[in-house]
Nanobody, 126 residues
Framework: VQLQASGGGLVQSGGSLRLSCAAS????????MGWFRQTPGKEREFVAT????????SYADSAKGRFTTSRDNVKATVYLQMNSLKPEDTALYYC????????????????????WGQGTLVTVSS
């Protein structure tokens, strides 16, 4: 599956952005989807993940209460709604797709993801 992330940009602290990740070339509803972010000199870190059906989500502590991930399996798109943004949220955000064993609903480890989008840059000014 190929992934194309979009929606990044420059926003003031306290503002909101919605990232989108469009999938093509695969059976989208069979994939667990994840969001990760990375800043220069740091490892890629987990942000959020959502099960293939959308009924289960998991978030990093830094994202809980501020970020929401959702998906539209008809449109083959996953979203990350980011509210109350902080300067420390500034990063390149990536979407990713995984096919874990059937009993695994969400995936937080980047090593479990086989397909990655190109990243979209989010910059939060103070």
């Amino acid at each position: 599956v190929q992934l194309q992330a979009s929606g990044g940009g420059l926003v003031q602290s306290g503002g909101s952005l919605r990232l989108s990740c469009a999938a093509s070339g695969g059976v989208f509803p069979t994939y667990v989807m994840g969001w990760f972010r990375q800043t220069p000199g740091k490892e890629r870190e987990f942000v959020a993940t959502i099960s293939w059906s959308g009924d289960t989500t998991s978030y990093a502590d830094s994202a809980k209460g501020r970020f929401t991930t959702s998906r539209d399996n008809v449109k083959a798109t996953v979203y990350l709604q980011m509210n109350s943004l902080k300067p420390e949220d500034t990063a390149l955000y990536y979407c990713a797709a995984a096919k874990p064993p059937w009993r695994i609903k969400v995936v937080e480890s980047s090593s479990e993801y086989d397909n990655w989008g190109q990243g979209t840059l989010v910059t939060v000014s103070s």
